[in-house]
């Protein structure tokens, strides 16, 4: 049986100073023995992250990085740098990322083959916009973004991945997928992994459903039987991400 994962995306908010107070108030709260929970935080807020969140159980993650080690890349941040510091996890081919930065499904492949390479789980975003859900190729596109994410990355690495499903109509907007829309995609993302790799392979990996998950919606997703919890944007910030992580564990 796969165990839930909670992953709180704080996209660009919090300073260190106000990351410090918000995990000191927020911490005891959201533990959980029967969830793996991760805070995916700003790069300024990983050190206090990481020193607050030590021994408890919850885990780091970081928002993106670069598919290189280093170089002449100004203003990025290696996989190689993260692991270093003892973050766990980060953020490949967020929406936000491919929208406004222009990443393309070939650089989230490269970042998620170096992600694995330096033992950080890749969280890997993957989701329709409101046109193609419109047009009836959600499941088309969101097959191909999966197909390219993973294109010559062996089974042995794959299966420590997280795939979020991630409608790009949902982020932000308050509107929440249902489950039954959830389930279907995300049914069809196990699908792609078991036809990559095989089914063993398929039920190891992890799918997460996001986009304006709430303590009111996360119930009946995370009971869908292929949403093994969700990727948390604006509820990540709010009192509200104790209830949700609590949600995970029944
Ligand atoms: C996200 O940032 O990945 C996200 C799902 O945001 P929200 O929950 O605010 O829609």
Not at 17 to 44: G, H, L, M, N, T
Not at 199 to 204: G, L, Q, S, W
Request: charged fraction near 25%; proline fraction near 3%; aromatic fraction near 6%.
């Amino acid at each position: 049986m796969r165990k839930k994962i909670i992953a709180g995306n704080w996209k660009m908010n919090q300073t260190p100073k106000e990351a410090e107070k918000f995990i000191r108030d927020c911490k005891e709260k959201v533990k959980s023995d029967k969830a793996d929970v991760v805070f995916c935080v700003p790069f300024v807020d990983l050190a206090a992250a990481l020193d607050l969140l030590k021994n408890t159980g919850i885990a780091v993650g970081a928002q993106n990085m670069h598919f290189e080690d280093k170089g002449a890349f100004t203003g990025e941040i290696s996989g190689k740098m993260l692991a270093e510091m003892g973050v766990q996890y980060v953020i490949n081919g967020h929406s936000e990322r491919r929208q406004y930065y222009a990443e393309t499904d070939q650089a989230v492949n490269m970042k998620v083959k170096k992600a694995l390479a330096d033992a950080l789980i890749p969280i890997v975003c993957v989701g329709e916009s409101l046109e193609q859900r419109k047009q009836g190729v959600t499941v088309d596109f969101v097959r191909m973004q999966v197909k390219i994410a993973f294109k010559d990355i062996p089974a042995g690495s794959a299966r420590k991945a997280v795939i979020a499903y991630e409608p790009i109509w949902a982020i932000g907007t308050g509107e929440t997928a249902t489950s039954e829309q959830a389930e279907e995609v995300c049914a069809a993302i196990r699908q792609t992994i078991a036809e990559m790799y095989g089914r063993e392979t398929a039920e190891v990996l992890r799918v997460q459903y996001g986009g304006s998950v709430n303590a009111e919606s996360a119930a009946e997703l995370f009971a869908m039987p292929n949403i093994d919890g969700g990727l948390v944007g604006g509820a990540s910030l709010k009192p509200e991400f104790a209830a949700i992580v609590q949600t995970a564990g029944v």
